[in-house]
């Protein structure tokens, strides 16, 4: 069965520290793998997304994803994160045909 | 570009009773999705439209939700009888095919979501 999990529920850090938040996913075949983020009160938007190439992704906001096909992973990093980074992230994996599976969330508090 | 349109954004109703979500895509996208959040978990898809037919319908409790999506734009989502367990968000996306529209081929785009609370 295809499914994604994340690995921290809760993360809170202060500005301008470093954020990674890990993401695995368990999927037959050829993958594509995105980041979702829901600010407060607003609807989820891209962050950025894999499909193929270059397993380096950035995507907006200066953040950025690397996938390892050998761990399965997708995480999400961002070197320097703002008062306004803060925010739930999804992580979510799908087949072609776009039908995507979520996994639970990661709500980030990022102090000032 | 106009985003996903959902409505009503809060609705409280009471066990037993019927609801209805509505979803008005964004223009030329033929792939419609309904997805469940409830607190504390990600999404979970419902149901999944391309163009008027339904292309996966699994996840969806087919003795009390229905979904259509006539002329296969506009799509409404309906629970009847509500439970308390179907308290959540309902999250209503669109997209276009990879292949047809480039960078953001595969994207899903999302409405700001109908809250449900079953009292």
């Known amino acids: 069965a295809q499914s994604v999990s994340q690995h921290n529920h809760h993360v809170i850090l202060s500005e301008a520290a470093s954020l990674e938040l890990g993401c695995n996913y368990s999927y037959g075949g050829t993958v594509n793998l995105f980041w979702y983020v829901q600010y407060p009160g607003q609807h989820l938007q891209l962050l950025l997304k894999y499909f193929s190439g270059d397993p380096l992704v950035k995507g907006i906001k200066g953040f950025e994803a690397e996938f390892i096909k050998s761990k399965f992973s997708f995480n999400l990093r961002k070197p320097s994160v703002q008062w306004s980074d803060t925010a739930e992230y999804f992580c979510?994996?799908?087949?072609?045909?776009?039908?995507?599976?979520f996994g639970g969330g990661t709500r980030v508090l990022v102090k000032p | 570009e106009a985003g996903v349109a959902q409505s009503p954004r809060y609705k409280i109703i009471e066990k037993r009773q019927s609801v209805a979500f509505w979803c008005n895509p964004i223009s030329g996208h033929a792939t419609l999705y309904w997805y469940q959040q409830i607190l504390g978990q990600g999404p979970k898809l419902l149901i999944q439209f391309q163009n008027n037919g339904v292309v996966d319908d699994s996840q969806l409790p087919k003795d009390r939700f229905s979904a259509e999506r006539l002329k296969g734009v506009d799509s409404t989502l309906k629970i009847q009888p509500a439970k308390l367990e179907d308290s959540a968000v309902y999250l209503c996306a669109s997209s276009q095919p990879l292949g047809l529209a480039g960078l953001r081929g595969g994207e899903l785009f999302f409405g700001e979501g109908s809250r449900l609370t079953v009292l």
């Open positions: 979510a994996a799908g087949a072609a045909g776009n039908k995507l599976t």
